[in-house]
């Protein structure tokens, strides 16, 4: 994989122990690994994806220049389908804060993550803190043993304690390590919109396949076009606007001093969080996974369903596109050798042509 197949990509395998050379490795499990994959990345701008999230838009276009939420805030998260499951003792062990209200936004996922780490190194350093004491600490506080407990929540309260205490006076944001011309405005993006899922039925049984997520860019435009329409001074209503913006980027509560702000969205998905059933073609031999399935015919069935809400999405079949592309890293000649991949691409051919040829 990282000799071969990801050079084709222009993508480099990191090795940790080589990037902490010299520096006793910490014994993390599961989630905790992520931050620090975040951490010892080489980019500063960095789209950190789960393994079980899939692209459906282009997300380049994040990261242009003068594009919003992320040139404003540097740090952009998504929803998941709870209202906050922190405690109320975190606010208080984070530096006695005030709570925020538990209809303020929504707890956080963590397949998704953008970050500028030049603007945002402090908020990863105390996420990475939260996840280095997470499974005996910071995760029962942040979670409460609800669904998903793990890292989920660290990245967007890390951001969440630093603005309080800087508001509160007692933190001042380092900038040491700006390069000229980064600027130091920063804040937070939390997306607006929920999430939502998707499903399969085959022969009468639903199944949940994954999490639909939104472009933070159409997110963002529609909040800012509710703020225009929520019942700001006349007189002042371009500075209450400008105002607004910049508070609710490092503080997303204080939209709900602007009532009911209605929402209209009319971009697309971005992200498939394929969390249902995880799209690893390893197990397509497994029945038991769940990956692929038959009808009542003995015929395979899309994952996704039918392919007319996909085309009419986006254009294309991205179903179609990600079987070709997981074919092309399955089928490879080199991994021949081994008889359960061999069995793996058979069965992704054999699919493929009663599906997708």
Known sequence: MCSRTLPQYNATCLSIHDTWAGIQVPEFTRFQWKVLSIVVSSFQNVLFLDADCLPVLNPD????????????????????????????????????MDIPPVTSR??????????????HADTLLLAAYYNYNGPNHYYPLLSQHSAGEGDKETFLHAALVLEALRQKGVYKQPTAWMKPGVGVKKGYYDVKKPLSGHGRTARGKWTGMFLLQMDPIEDYRAVRAAIQKANLPHEKRDEADA???????????????????????????????????????????????????????????????????VIDAFGRDVEKLLWEDSMHIYCQEELAQFQRLQDVCAKMREIYVQLYA
């Open 61 to 96: 276009r994040i990261f242009n220049q003068g594009s919003e939420p992320f040139t404003s805030a540097g740090l952009i998260t998504w929803p998941d389908f709870w209202t906050s499951t922190a405690s109320p003792l975190f606010y208080k062990v984070a530096g006695d």
């Open 106 to 119: 929504a707890s956080s996922e963590s397949g998704i993550i953008v970050y500028d780490k030049s603007r």
């Open 243 to 309: 105002t607004v913006v910049e508070d609710f980027l490092t503080n997303s509560t204080f939209l709900d001093t602007l009532g009911d702000l209605k929402l209209e969205h009319h971009g697309h998905t971005m992200f498939f969080h394929h969390s249902g059933v995880k799209p690893d073609f390893t197990h397509i031999v497994d029945e038991k996974w769940g990956l692929v399935q038959t009808n009542e015919a003995g015929k395979y069935v899309r994952m996704w369903g039918p392919v007319g809400w």
